[in-house]
């Protein structure tokens, strides 16, 4: 017996809908769930009543003061290796400058 046009489609239709990306009927995402779980918070401070949600991103971290840190970091280890890696990193940078002279220091050394 040959399947008709409709149990075809009733079939492909089904494997979508039970594709290994989909989940069960009834169940959210785990960020969906962990937002909803938020919710149940209130804020003392907060005259509405309604729970205030926190920023969905972090704040960004200065890019200098980053660079510097890690510029910090090679200069405490002292090898070659860390100045290296800086460079290659932060090449542009003004602390790579920095960071060549240190190599260079290290060379001339016995």
């Known amino acids: 017996m040959k ?3 409709f149990s075809v489609g009733l079939i492909g239709v089904l494997a979508v809908f039970a594709g290994p990306d989909r989940l069960p009927i009834g169940e959210q995402p785990a960020m969906v769930g962990k937002a909803n779980a938020d919710d149940g918070g209130k804020d003392k401070g907060n005259e509405s009543g309604k729970a205030l949600r926190a920023p969905s991103m972090p704040m960004a971290r200065d890019p200098a003061a980053t660079v510097t ?10 090898t070659r290796e ?15 400058e920095r960071a060549r002279a240190e190599l260079t220091r290290l060379s001339r050394r016995p």
């Open 3 to 5: 399947p008709g046009p």
């Open 69 to 78: 840190r890690e510029y910090e970091t090679a200069r405490q280890k002292g």
């Open 82 to 96: 860390a100045f290296e890696l800086f460079i290659a990193r932060h090449g542009d940078d003004p602390l790579a």
